[in-house]
């Protein structure tokens, strides 16, 4: 496992910190899911030895950068989220995906809490009901993510 | 397995503090020190590969859509364009139109600037046809203040004077009417003389001049102000031609009017100035602005 594993779990999260930056539409911008803690939440629920926090602060890092937040920002949600994830990893993954996908939007609403509570004084950011879809969105991602996550897993027998 | 998990657990939220004021200290040092912004560019570069390669497909299909759309749209824009030229190319006559207006306007503004009296634009709306009666008619009257007898003037000089009035409108007979007499001096020489009307809208004649005055073709005849009509100084006609015949008193003299009287579109109505001979007028004019 050791190589492959690794870079296939570098390559998913780089993508997905790619994607996360793709200059949109303005409603599409809306609509737009957080790949990389859909990404970041799967292979801490897979493997949770070996990608927790500190890959969470690291990819949180790159966000931040990739996509203008203030650094650390990011870094400090996708550690908190991780760790809730990886604390819980056992019930969790007990889940079936539709109970898994709540769980995922209620972590997804922290996560765009605590953006709108660090950033919304700083950028005139309005705290209204638009804000929050993003959450339903990367809700609704988390199926085929983590059904495309998991066919890559068990094709490079990753953990 | 009990103790195991219990370590790794607590090790995981050893880490995930440690993590977590990391994450706190960078976010204050960014946004109250420069140095994170090295940190950020690094970071940036190392991204930009990876943000390319994502995004390509995206921009990729995004432009392949746009040409294919455009390709399609190709026909209707053109006629979209040609129709905008077209509206374009009369909207461009009407300002050509409109920029000659303007130059005249001011032109007639500067003039009326220089006689420092106040004046009033009209707009010559008709003309008389008859070759003998050279009279225009223009787009005020009674009722704006016109008077028969006021001096009607134009940006080059003296067109001619109110002849009859009405409530909207009023006639005036150019300085070219067979019946239009103006006193005039020659401006080099101060001969004075008649500048008379001809029939002719490119004609006038200066008589009562004797043989013997100085008059020269090309000399500027202006206004004298006698007349009581026009202020003096003011352009009316240029000497085209001198025949002195010793037989007769008078020099023949030809001359040419200093406005194009066929070619009028605008004029200004000289106002009234009260208490003040009009000879005074021009002259108190220049000292004292009204």
């Known amino acids: 496992m050791s190589w492959t594993g690794h870079v296939v779990v570098a390559l998913s999260v780089l993508i997905a910190l790619g994607l996360g930056s793709i200059p949109l539409a303005e409603p599409a911008s809306y609509l737009w899911p957080d790949w990389v803690l859909l990404t970041l939440a799967y292979w801490s629920l897979a493997a949770p030895q070996r990608y927790g926090v500190g890959v969470a602060f690291l990819t949180g890092i790159l966000q931040d950068v990739a996509i203008g937040t203030l650094l650390g920002l990011h870094a400090l949600i996708y550690v908190l989220i991780v760790y809730v994830l990886i604390a819980n990893h056992l019930r969790i993954r007990m889940l079936h995906l539709g109970a898994q996908t709540l769980v995922i939007l209620v972590l997804a609403l922290v996560s765009l809490l605590l953006q709108l509570w660090v950033e919304g004084p700083n950028q005139d950011l309005m705290v209204n009901l638009w804000a929050l879809v993003p959450a339903m969105t990367t809700a609704l991602f988390w199926s085929p993510v983590f059904l495309l996550l998991r066919s890559l897993r068990q094709h490079f027998a990753i953990a | ?290």
Request: glycine share 6%.
């Open chain 2, 1 to 290: 397995m009990g103790f195991h998990a219990a370590t790794r657990q607590s090790r995981t939220g050893i880490s995930t503090l440690v993590l977590a004021v990391c994450a706190l200290l960078l976010m204050g040092a960014d946004s109250h020190f420069g140095w994170t912004q090295h940190i950020r560019s690094a970071l940036l570069t190392a991204l930009y590969p990876v943000q390319r390669a994502v995004s390509a497909p995206v921009l990729l299909t995004h432009t392949f859509g746009q040409e294919a759309w455009e390709y399609f749209q190709v026909h209707e824009r053109n006629e979209d364009l040609e129709r905008e030229i077209r509206q374009l190319r009369v909207a461009k006559q009407e300002l050509e139109a409109m920029r000659r207006e303007n130059d005249r306007l001011r032109r007639l503004l500067n003039e009326a600037q220089r006689l420092e009296r106040q004046v009033s634009a009209a707009q010559i709306v008709a003309e008389s046809p008859d070759p003998f009666h050279h009279t225009l008619t223009i787009s005020r009257g009674e009722r704006h203040g016109a008077f028969a007898g006021q001096p009607v003037i134009s940006s080059q000089g003296a067109v001619g004077q109110v002849s009859t009035i009405a409530p909207l409108t009023a006639q005036i007979i150019l300085l070219t009417d067979p019946n239009s007499a103006t006193p005039v001096l020659v401006s080099s020489s101060r001969v004075r003389g008649i500048l008379a009307g001809t029939g002719n809208k490119d004609l006038l004649e200066l008589r009562y001049v004797p043989t013997s005055a100085n008059v020269e073709s090309g000399d500027q005849l202006v206004t004298s102000g006698l007349g009581g009509v026009f202020p003096k100084g003011l352009k009316a006609a240029r000497v085209v031609e001198v025949v002195r015949d010793p037989r007769s008193p008078f020099a023949k003299v030809k001359a040419r009017p200093a406005v194009p009287l066929s070619r009028l579109e605008d004029v200004l109505l000289l106002e009234r100035e009260d208490k003040t001979e009009p000879g005074e007028q021009a002259r108190q004019a220049g000292r004292s602005a009204p």
